[in-house]
């Protein structure tokens, strides 16, 4: 049997990965292992590697790769070294990892420089921030690429990404949420003790290139909340610099009734509270991939999603009090537009297998090469 290792670092990226691990488990031709860090294995998240645990997953390998506050590059040097070694007792024979976090690119760093094949989850996009650098960054360290739409394709063409080493799976999550396994709403207020009726969602991660006025921007996000008269349920920002000044904002919702605030949800519990709230406010990519696939109104405040996906159920706001309340009191008003569905459709783990049972994969070459499009050089 062929072993896929999987890399997790995030509540967000093990939830586009589940369909993926559950498609490679349910199979008889491969078996699976999963790294699990990052903001798995910190305290201020919960914990959320215990979530991984509760969906009956085996073959866990569980790593501490930083300490709150721990800048990005020592991160990156630290999970190296830690799934460097790990590869070294267990060696697998594609790498899986997803999307532009630093782990993301330890990963790609590791199996490349291991002579492990990489496969990296929805590659090709753009987005603002480091992000886009990193996420570029992995493609050219990934063999295989599985990505969500024929556009993102295009950018790794653009890239010298070879045509074969692309496969068009759409987005893994879009999976869990044409679903029917969804929680129901009353399941989900019962487990996390939600009391509002109608409530909408806030997230703010903060943008590693302005971590110096991450606060300031906070401060304007927090006050437009405030401002609002609306019921929230806040989810925590995620680690990368700039955080702390996030945190330090949210103090001022301490005690107000209309707010919940967690350090993560399960994805699926995250993704009916999505699908049933009124608007999404914040700069998460929930606002701007999943949010549409839900018709739900999406409020994106600052630069972070620079150059994401844009339609009519997303409003795009600069960082500012007055403009923020503006949109929210826009997509509260909102018609509900039609779904958009520019990720894909359903169907992905059934894509990925078929791509993993495919000679097509593992002939690809480990030595990468640069593929110029038709008329260059």
């Known amino acids: 049997m062929r072993e896929v290792l999987f890399l997790t670092g995030t509540r967000a990226d093990f939830g586009k990965l589940k369909p993926l691990i559950r498609a490679v488990e349910r199979s008889e031709e491969f078996s699976y292992q999963l790294f699990v860090t990052g903001m798995h ?11 991984i645990l509760k969906t009956g997953f ?9 300490v709150q506050g721990e800048r990005m590059d020592a991160i990156l040097a630290n999970t190296v070294l ?40 929805e590659g090709g996009e753009v987005s603002g921030t480091v992000d886009e650098l990193i996420r570029h960054a992995v493609s050219k360290m990934s063999h295989a690429h599985f990505v969500a739409n024929d556009g993102a394709a295009a950018v790794l063409r653009q890239m010298g990404e070879r045509e074969d080493s692309i496969f068009v799976i759409g987005s893994p999550d879009v999976d869990v949420m044409l679903s029917a396994s969804l929680p129901a709403l009353a399941e989900v207020r019962e487990r996390y003790d939600i009391r509002f009726e109608s409530y909408a969602i ?4 903060p943008v590693t290139t302005e971590a110096d006025d991450m606060r300031a921007q906070a401060a304007e996000f927090v006050s437009a ?11 925590y920002p995620n680690n990368d610099e700039g955080a702390e000044g996030i945190f330090a904002e949210y103090l001022r919702l301490k005690g107000d009734a209309r707010f919940q605030v967690f350090p993560s949800l399960r994805f699926e519990h995250f993704l009916t509270l999505l699908k049933n709230c009124a608007y999404i406010v914040g700069n998460s990519s929930a606002g701007v991939r999943e949010a549409p696939v839900y018709a739900i109104p999406a409020v994106n405040v600052g630069t972070r999603q620079n150059n994401r996906f844009n339609g009519p159920s997303i409003l795009n706001v600069p960082s500012r009090k007055l403009e923020i309340a503006a949109s929210m009191s826009r997509a509260r008003a909102m018609e509900r537009p039609k779904a958009s569905m520019p990720f894909g459709n359903g169907g992905s783990a059934e894509r990925f297998m ?23 050089q």
């Open 225 to 235: 909340l405030l401002a609002s008269g609306d019921n929230y349920v806040v989810i």
């Open 202 to 205: 806030a997230i703010l991660h």
């Open 82 to 121: 830690g799934l460097s070694r790990y590869v070294h007792e267990n060696t697998p024979d594609l790498l899986v990892v997803h999307g532009d976090r630093v782990e993301t690119l330890a990963g790609a760093i590791v199996g490349a420089l291991n002579n492990i094949r990489v496969a990296h989850i």
């Open 41 to 51: 294995v910190l305290s201020r998240y919960g914990y959320t590697y215990e979530e």
């Open 354 to 376: 078929h791509a993993l049972r495919s000679e097509r994969l593992w002939g690809l070459s480990k030595q990468k090469q640069f593929s110029a499009l038709p008329g260059h």
């Open 58 to 66: 085996t073959n866990i390998h569980t790593y501490i790769n930083h």
